[in-house]
C-alpha cells in the first residue's frame, strides 16, 4: 500500500474520532466503528483495483469536500497546501511589508497600502502586481510568496511590481507594526464623536478605549460607533467593547452547544467608561459576527440606538482541528446568543430547500425576546436596526461583485487615467456607472443564484446531447436571465456607485479617506447624528 494511500485512510479515520468527539458520541460507536471499516476497505479497492490511475489525494478531497457541504459552509477542511496558500488570504492579514494582499488567479496583488508602512513609502499603489520576491518569480515560486515577504524586524526584502506593462524594482523594509482597527476618530458638530472600527483585531479594544477617552476629554454629549462593514474577528475584544458602555458583571454573549465543554459565557470584567453617553452604532449587511454581539448586546441592554440595515446573520462559532499532515478542519462547534436570549445566526442549514440552499425563516416564524427595558425585539437572523436607513434588495449585488473582484479590477484601470482632487468636491460621473456596468457584464458577472449555475449546466449538456431544439429553448431563457440582470444592475446604481466612490477614494487617501467621505456624504450617518441631536427622541426609542 503507497504512503498517499496509507496517509488518506489514516486522514479519514482521524475525522470521522473528531466527528464523534463532537456529537458527544450521540450515535451508536459500533455503527461509527462499522462505517470507518467499509469506508477504508472501499477507498483501498477503489486505489488499488480501480483500471485506470487514480490520484488517492484527490479522490479524498473531493469526497470530504462533498460530504461538508451537507453542513455549514463554515465548517471546512484544509489539505496541507490549503492552510498555506491561507495565511496569504487572511482578511487583513500584515505580511511583513505593510499591505493586505489579493490573490487573483494565482497571481499576487497589492489589495490595500498601509499608510506610512514600507509598501507605501516605497510608492507601490492597490492593484500593483508582484511578479517577483528576492529575484524569485511568483509565476514559478507562487506558494512561497508569504515566506519571502515575512522575515526579521528591519530587514530588507527586494521586490519587483508591474503596474500595466511597467515593472519596477523596490527594496522594502520588513516591520513589525500592525494597522490600526480604529481608522478615524473625531469630533463632529454639535458635540457629537464618532468612532470607525473596521476589524476586531488584537488590541482592538483598546483603540476604541482610547479614542473615547480623548473624545470625553473633548467633552463629547453623544457618540457614534460605525461599525459598517465590519467582518467581525476575536470574540473578546468585542466582549471588551462593550464593557466600555455596560457595567461590571454583565453578560455580553453566550454559546450552546451539543457539547457541554462548548457551552461558556462572557461577561464584562471591569467598569465601563461612559455608562450613560448617548449612543449611536451603524451597521449594515456585512457587519458580521463580532460586530453583530456588539451591536446586539447593546440594543438589547438598550444601551445603543441601532441604525442601518440588518446585519449578516453570522452567529455560528468555529474551532480549528489540527489533521495529520499539516492538513486541518475547521468545524462549527456552537451558536453565539445575546442578552435577550436571540441566537443572531440568520441561515438554517439543517433545513434545506430542494435545490440544497440553506433555509432562512420567514417573518411569520420569528420569536418575541425582550429587552433589558422590555422593549420586543426578534430573532431571525441577524441584529435589525431600531431605524433602517436603506430598503433590502433581493440579491446582494455589491458582495457578488467583490467575490469576482470586479470592483478591484475596474477601479486599477481607472485610476490609471484618473485623479481626483479632495474629498469634499468628489463625485463619480454616471458615466462611470455606465462604463463599469459594461464592463461587468463582459465579464459575465454572476448573481450567484441556483437558476444560473443549473442553467449553465443544462446548456452544457443540450451541447454534448445534441438536443439542438433544446438548446435554442435553454437560449431564450439564458437571454431572459441576462434582461433580469441588467434590471437588478440598474436598480442597484446608487449603492454600486457608493461602492465604486469608496474604492477610488481608497486608493487615493487610504481607509481614512474612506470614513471621512462617509461623514461627508453618507445618509446613515446624518440618520445617525440627528437622532443624537433629539435627546428626547432617543431616550423615547430606548424605553
Known amino acids: 500500500m503507497n504512503r498517499s494511500l496509507i496517509k488518506n485512510i489514516g486522514f479519514t479515520v482521524v475525522m470521522i474520532v473528531i466527528t464523534v468527539i463532537l456529537t458527544g458520541f450521540r450515535y451508536d460507536f459500533f455503527e461509527i466503528a462499522k462505517q470507518i471499516e467499509i469506508y477504508n476497505t472501499l477507498f483501498k479497492e477503489i486505489n488499488m483495483g480501480y483500471v485506470d490511475k487514480t490520484d488517492p489525494a484527490k479522490l479524498m478531497e473531493d469526497g470530504v469536500k462533498h460530504m461538508l457541504s451537507e453542513l455549514d459552509p463554515y465548517t471546512i477542511y484544509s489539505s496541507e497546501q490549503d492552510v498555506e496558500d491561507a495565511k496569504i488570504y487572511r482578511s487583513g492579514v500584515y505580511v511583513g511589508i505593510g499591505a493586505k494582499m489579493k490573490i487573483i488567479d494565482k497571481k499576487l496583488f497589492v489589495e490595500e497600502p498601509f499608510k506610512g508602512f514600507s509598501v507605501d513609502d516605497a510608492g507601490l499603489k492597490a492593484g500593483d502586481e508582484i511578479i517577483e520576491i528576492n529575484g524569485i518569480a511568483l509565476s514559478e515560486s507562487f506558494q512561497q510568496a508569504e515566506i519571502l515577504l515575512n522575515g526579521k524586524k528591519n530587514s530588507s526584502v527586494r521586490i519587483t511590481f508591474k503596474r500595466g506593462e511597467k515593472e519596477n524594482e523596490v527594496e522594502l523594509i520588513r516591520n513589525e507594526q500592525k494597522p490600526k482597527a480604529v481608522p478615524l476618530y473625531q469630533m463632529l458638530e454639535d458635540e457629537i464623536g464618532y468612532i470607525a472600527l473596521d476589524r476586531f483585531s488584537r488590541g482592538a479594544a483598546q ?11 473633548d467633552e463629547v454629549k453623544g457618540l457614534i460607533l460605525d461599525l459598517r462593514n465590519n467582518p467581525g474577528g476575536l470574540l473578546q475584544e468585542a466582549v471588551e467593547i462593550v464593557n466600555l458602555f455596560v457595567p461590571k458583571n454583565q453578560l455580553i454573549v453566550s454559546t450552546q452547544s451539543n457539547i457541554e465543554q462548548y457551552n461558556t459565557q462572557f461577561i464584562t470584567q471591569k467598569q465601563p467608561i461612559s455608562e450613560d453617553i448617548p449612543l449611536v452604532v ?33 452567529g455560528l462559532v468555529q474551532q480549528p482541528k489540527p489533521l495529520p499532515y499539516g492538513a486541518q478542519i475547521k468545524i462549527t462547534i456552537s451558536r453565539y446568543f445575546i442578552p435577550s436570549g436571540r441566537c443572531i445566526q440568520a441561515l438554517n442549514y439543517g433545513e434545506r430547500s430542494k435545490s440544497g440552499k440553506a433555509q432562512r425563516r420567514q417573518k411569520e416564524d420569528y420569536k418575541a425576546f425582550k429587552t433589558k427595558n422590555g422593549r420586543t425585539v426578534f430573532d431571525g437572523g441577524g441584529i435589525k436596526p431600531d431605524i433602517s436607513t436603506n430598503t433590502v434588495e433581493r440579491f446582494d449585488i455589491i458582495s457578488n461583485l467583490k467575490k469576482e473582484n470586479l470592483f478591484f479590477n475596474f477601479v486599477t484601470d481607472y485610476c490609471a487615467t484618473n485623479s481626483i482632487g479632495d474629498l469634499e468636491s468628489f463625485e463619480l460621473d454616471p458615466s462611470v456607472f455606465k462604463a463599469f456596468r459594461t464592463f461587468c457584464f463582459a465579464e459575465d458577472f454572476s448573481l450567484n443564484t441556483n437558476t444560473e449555475k443549473h442553467l449553465k449546466k443544462a446548456l452544457d449538456y443540450s451541447e454534448e446531447e445534441d438536443l439542438n431544439n433544446l438548446s435554442a429553448s435553454l437560449e431564450s431563457v439564458r437571454k431572459s436571465l441576462e434582461t433580469e440582470k441588467k434590471l437588478v444592475f440598474n436598480q442597484s446604481e446608487e449603492r454600486i456607485m457608493w461602492q465604486l466612490s469608496e474604492e477610488i477614494i481608497k486608493r487615493n487617501f487610504y481607509k481614512e479617506g474612506v470614513y471621512q467621505y462617509s461623514l461627508l456624504k453618507n445618509n446613515a450617518i446624518q440618520k445617525a447624528k440627528s437622532v443624537l441631536k433629539d435627546s428626547q427622541g432617543y431616550y423615547s426609542l430606548l424605553k
Open 282 to 314: 451603524l451597521i449594515n449587511e456585512r457587519s458580521a459576527s463580532a460586530s453583530e454581539i456588539v451591536a446586539g448586546a447593546l440594543q438589547d441592554l438598550d444601551r445603543a440606538v441601532v441604525v442601518g440595515n440588518r446585519s449578516f446573520g453570522k
Open 207 to 217: 483603540e476604541v478605549e482610547f479614542a473615547l477617552k480623548f473624545l470625553l476629554i
